[in-house]
């Protein structure tokens, strides 16, 4: 089971830490990945590192300002966001799976149930 937090409502150019807390496995032993969802738009993936690999894609459009990573536990992801833009929002889900293509995880087991980022003034 994976469940995300963090989310809620910035300015532009704030920032928010997403978390993804995993109950039940160790993500050492799949992909993980960062995907979201804006309103009357297809999911999209943000952030994602293959299973086997400590290499991270992002999408060009979070490029330098989003950082994934996660705990030595192996329990934990997280998505740190910076210089926010309104096009940010949408709901924010993470998961696990196998390779990563890009941001286009393979084989994807588990969604989190996501969790809500509006970035407005």
């Known amino acids: 089971q994976l469940v995300e937090s963090g989310g809620g409502l910035v300015q532009p150019g704030g920032s928010l830490r997403l978390s993804c807390a995993a109950s039940?496995?160790?993500?050492?032993?799949?992909?993980i990945g960062w995907f979201r969802q804006a309103p009357g738009k297809e999911r999209e993936g943000v952030a994602c590192i293959s299973i086997n690999d400590d290499s991270t894609n992002y999408a060009d459009s979070v490029k330098g300002r989003f950082t994934f990573n996660r705990d030595n536990a192996k329990t934990t992801m997280y998505l740190q966001m910076n210089s926010l833009k309104p096009e940010d929002t949408g709901v924010y889900f993470c998961?696990?799976?196998?390779?990563?293509?890009?941001?286009?995880?393979?084989?994807?087991?588990?969604w989190g149930q996501g969790t809500q980022v509006t970035i407005s003034s």
């Open positions: 998961a696990i799976g196998g390779k990563c293509v890009g941001t286009v995880m393979k084989n994807l087991e588990v």
């Open positions: 039940g496995l160790t993500l050492d032993n799949y992909g």
